[in-house]
């Protein structure tokens, strides 16, 4: 059965409600937006409209940029998988692969995914001494099915879409480190990642706090953590080129000290020129310019007393970047690192997401999504998406890096 039968209506479901009224209904874009959603029963998308309805994904992954959403569905010992355009619903392809498998990761217009073994929990793999990944790619007529040599886990596809980066554990029977790896899908050989300045990268330890892509899905990066032996934590962003194939690291202050990782949040700005790294918790702010590849900025920013309470960024096309935690809402200046406008919420925060065109900002609720006028601050009548019981995310962060299926370990 295709999963296009499963999922009869979805497409003219997320086509749906094309009223002009409702939030925003002023102004042209916001009705525009999609948002894409993390909730009990999996990734959703809703269109940014008073009378939205959410259409869930189960067991899916987005691709690099979020433009496309793959799903796979297990039954009677056999895996669907469907691929999903998101801002228009349309399908984009769908596969049959025999076996129980789980979607690992999407490429960064969805045409590949790569499948494996349903995971079983947060940290390293169990051991094993070989890996087997089953890649499907669009233009290709029947899944190809790799047996690797290795305790590999995919992390993301390049944007040619001939190489798969992985993450090898080492020593494979019991893992207790690890190193980036490019695997050629044309010859089926794992080989070494280099940094900018031509250097193999080596075997390390870290843990991994939470990510975020590029808004074109070219770069990928990471915030870890490691603690040396007494007791010190040195933080560092991962930085992974998914079109020119190389990986570097770069130093935070020492004032990032992860002492709660679920206060840390992590943005890119639209044209990807600036990623921006908060820590709700100690209120430090760094600026990252991701070509010269180093912090240019830091700021520190008082946040509120928020200790222990999950943070959230977004990085707006009005100029500013946006900070949650608990329930309150901060504007910091891009330009200026210094803080603006404030909101207190009625409930905790659970995501941030600016609009396409700067305009509205949409803070994700226990059960609704708030909208902000960013011109003016205003609050203005809040979504309530049929479908939705529970939102546990809002915005395109990739925050359950432990608790959900993705392993994600550094090799800097």
């Given at each position: 059965?295709?999963?296009?039968?499963?999922?009869?209506?979805?497409?003219?479901?997320?086509?749906?409600?094309?009223?002009?009224?409702?939030?925003?209904?002023?102004?042209?874009?916001?009705?525009?937006?999609?948002?894409?959603?993390?909730?009990?029963?999996?990734?959703?998308?809703?269109?940014?409209?008073?009378?939205?309805?959410?259409?869930?994904?189960?067991?899916?992954?987005?691709?690099?940029?979020?433009?496309?959403?793959?799903?796979?569905?297990?039954?009677?010992?056999?895996?669907?998988?469907?691929?999903?355009?998101?801002?228009?619903?349309?399908?984009?392809?769908?596969?049959?692969?025999?076996?129980?498998?789980?979607?690992?990761?999407?490429?960064?217009?969805?045409?590949?995914?790569?499948?494996?073994?349903?995971?079983?929990?947060?940290?390293?793999?169990?051991?094993?001494?070989?890996?087997?990944?089953?890649?499907?790619?669009?233009?290709?007529?029947?899944?190809?099915?790799?047996?690797?040599?290795?305790?590999?886990?995919?992390?993301?596809?390049?944007?040619?879409?001939?190489?798969?980066?992985?993450?090898?554990?080492?020593?494979?029977?019991?893992?207790?480190?690890?190193?980036?790896?490019?695997?050629?899908?044309?010859?089926?050989?794992?080989?070494?990642?280099?940094?900018?300045?031509?250097?193999?990268?080596?075997?390390?330890?870290?843990?991994?706090?939470?990510?975020?892509?590029?808004?074109?899905?070219?770069?990928?990066?990471?915030?870890?953590?490691?603690?040396?032996?007494?007791?010190?934590?040195?933080?560092?962003?991962?930085?992974?080129?998914?079109?020119?194939?190389?990986?570097?690291?770069?130093?935070?202050?020492?004032?990032?000290?992860?002492?709660?990782?679920?206060?840390?949040?992590?943005?890119?700005?639209?044209?990807?020129?600036?990623?921006?790294?908060?820590?709700?918790?100690?209120?430090?702010?760094?600026?990252?310019?991701?070509?010269?590849?180093?912090?240019?900025?830091?700021?520190?920013?008082?946040?509120?007393?928020?200790?222990?309470?999950?943070?959230?960024?977004?990085?707006?096309?009005?100029?500013?970047?946006?900070?949650?935690?608990?329930?309150?809402?901060?504007?910091?200046?891009?330009?200026?690192?210094?803080?603006?406008?404030?909101?207190?919420?009625?409930?905790?925060?659970?995501?941030?997401?600016?609009?396409?065109?700067?305009?509205?900002?949409?803070?994700?609720?226990?059960?609704?999504?708030?909208?902000?006028?960013?011109?003016?601050?205003?609050?203005?009548?809040?979504?309530?998406?049929?479908?939705?019981?529970?939102?546990?995310?809002?915005?395109?962060?990739?925050?359950?890096?432990?608790?959900g299926r993705k392993r994600i370990t550094c090799a800097c």
């Open positions: 059965m295709r999963i296009r039968t499963l999922l009869a209506g979805m497409a003219a479901v997320l086509l749906s409600g094309c009223a002009t009224g409702g939030p925003g209904s002023g102004s042209a874009r916001p009705a525009e937006d999609v948002l894409f959603l993390r909730t009990p029963r999996g990734v959703a998308l809703v269109k940014a409209r008073a009378d939205a309805v959410a259409v869930h994904f189960s067991d899916a992954v987005p691709s690099t940029d979020w433009s496309a959403v793959v799903q796979s569905i297990t039954r009677d010992g056999d895996t669907y998988v469907e691929a999903f355009d998101t801002s228009s619903g349309d399908e984009l392809w769908s596969r049959p692969v025999a076996g129980n498998l789980e979607v690992k990761v999407a490429s960064q217009d969805g045409r590949q995914v790569v499948l494996g073994r349903p995971s079983d929990g947060g940290g390293y793999p169990a051991g094993r001494s070989s890996t087997t990944f089953v890649v499907i790619d669009q233009e290709s007529a029947e899944p190809r099915k790799l047996t690797l040599e290795g305790n590999l886990e995919p992390e993301a596809f390049s944007t040619d879409g001939g190489s798969l980066f992985v993450i090898e554990y080492l020593p494979p029977r019991d893992p207790t480190s690890y190193q980036v790896r490019r695997l050629d899908l044309a010859t089926a050989e794992v080989g070494g990642v280099y940094t900018v300045d031509a250097e193999l990268q080596e075997r390390m330890r870290g843990t991994a706090r939470v990510q975020a892509a590029s808004p074109n899905g070219d770069r990928l990066y990471t915030l870890y953590s490691l603690k040396d032996p007494h007791g010190s934590v040195h933080s560092f962003v991962h930085v992974l080129s998914l079109d020119e194939e190389w990986a570097h690291c770069v130093d935070l202050p020492d004032t990032f000290t992860i002492a709660n990782e679920r206060a840390i949040a992590m943005s890119v700005a639209p044209d990807g020129g600036r990623l921006y790294v908060a820590d709700a918790l100690s209120g430090a702010l760094a600026e990252i310019d991701t070509e010269a590849l180093a912090v240019t900025r830091t700021a520190e920013v008082v946040l509120g007393p928020w200790g222990g309470k999950a943070a959230h960024a977004a990085r707006g096309a009005d100029g500013n970047l946006y900070i949650g935690s608990g329930s309150r809402l901060l504007s910091i200046d891009a330009a200026t690192l210094s803080p603006g406008r404030s909101w207190d919420l009625q409930d905790r925060i659970n995501g941030i997401q600016a609009g396409a065109d700067g305009s509205r900002l949409y803070v994700g609720l226990k059960d609704r999504i708030a909208v902000i006028d960013t011109g003016t601050g205003r609050a203005l009548e809040a979504l309530t998406p049929d479908r939705i019981e529970a939102i546990d995310q809002l915005g395109q962060s990739t925050r359950l890096l432990v608790q």
